[in-house]
């Protein structure tokens, strides 16, 4: 099922794209990191994608680059969604960010940056929000131990 | 009145009981749990269900929740516990005055259950001292009463000293 918005953005953007495809009823785009203000703005402004619902990444350990950042956008218009990934190596997982344009992304980049350890540029305000000030490492990165205890009160004896 | 009175009353009535005095505070004490609850997960459901008509903790006096630290003496610790939430914990303990008992009210309490990753105390028992555990994802009203019950018998044949090392 491929609504008529999707089409309109396929056209305009799958020459910069990496892959486009839709799957139950969304539309994935992948894209460059240095396109990403550029594709979102437009999808913003020229599309009508007005919600920006969710900033998350996707963990690939065994991949060059590393990791997906994954936009999910959704238009109160047509009512579809957008999902738009980016690759960003881990040597500089750095990626711009999307404050310009969507005031949500203020602390769905914050969620993301001490779940992932990615950078957004432009984000001043990146202090952990779910994990308190003192973690160490990104909990949701697939090398961080799972049985890894950072407790806050000392365990008794 | 007096021990010698016994002429002035009817006859088979009590004029007094003898007991210890461990044994009376302990009788005290057992039917007059105020349990805080400390609640912060789906246990919570459970919960409800136990303090409500159908099972009715308060047949063991222990029905009457005091949201307030000060004025519990049973701290009953329904739910997950995270790192993050600890602090909070261990100063709602501290605040309570003796005597006081813990409950860990389901799994995640207990020891952490399904959740072993870096958010969840893996066990409450890692920062405060826990008098009973109650197993179950959620337990059973069943298994909370008996948990109860057990604590009672505990509590009836524990010593009561007046004065102890904390006060």
Request: aromatic share 10%.
């Amino acid at each position: 099922m491929t609504a008529p918005v999707h089409e309109r953005i396929v056209e305009r953007w799958s020459a910069a794209a990496l892959e486009t495809a839709v799957a139950h009823g969304t539309l994935g785009l992948v894209i460059r990191p240095d396109l990403l203000v550029d594709v979102v703005g437009s999808l913003k402004v020229e599309f009508g994608f007005d919600l920006l619902l969710d900033v998350t990444a996707v963990d690939w350990p065994q991949r060059e680059p590393r990791f997906d950042v994954v936009y999910h956008l959704y238009t109160t218009r047509e009512f579809v969604r957008v999902r738009v990934k980016t690759r960003v190596a881990a040597s500089a997982p750095v990626v711009d960010s999307l404050l310009g344009l969507y005031n949500s992304a203020r602390i769905a980049e914050r969620e993301c940056h001490e779940m992932y350890g990615i950078e957004f540029r432009g984000n001043a305000d990146l202090r952990p929000i779910l994990l308190y000030e003192g973690f160490i490492g990104h909990p949701l990165r697939k090398d961080y131990p799972k049985q890894r205890e950072q407790p806050l009160v000392p365990y008794r004896k | 009145m007096t021990a010698g009175s016994r002429t002035a009353m009817p006859s088979g009535a009590f004029e007094y009981l003898t007991t210890k005095k461990d044994e009376f505070v302990g009788w005290a004490r057992k039917f007059s749990l105020f349990p805080y609850p400390f609640v912060t997960a789906c246990c919570a459901m459970e919960f409800m269900s136990v303090s409500s008509t159908l099972y009715d903790t308060d047949r063991f006096g222990a029905a009457l929740p005091r949201f307030s630290p000060r004025q519990a003496d049973l701290l009953m610790v329904v739910g997950t516990i995270t790192h993050k939430q600890a602090p909070v914990l261990r100063r709602v303990y501290e605040q309570m005055c003796e005597p006081k008992w813990v409950i860990a009210f389901g799994v995640c309490a207990t020891s952490g259950g399904f959740y072993q990753n870096y958010a969840a105390l893996q066990g409450i028992d890692r920062i405060i001292p826990v008098d009973l555990y109650i197993p179950g994802c959620p337990p059973r009203p069943e298994m909370v009463i008996d948990g109860i019950m057990k604590l009672q018998d505990r509590i009836a044949s524990d010593r009561h000293p007046i004065i102890t090392d904390r006060f």
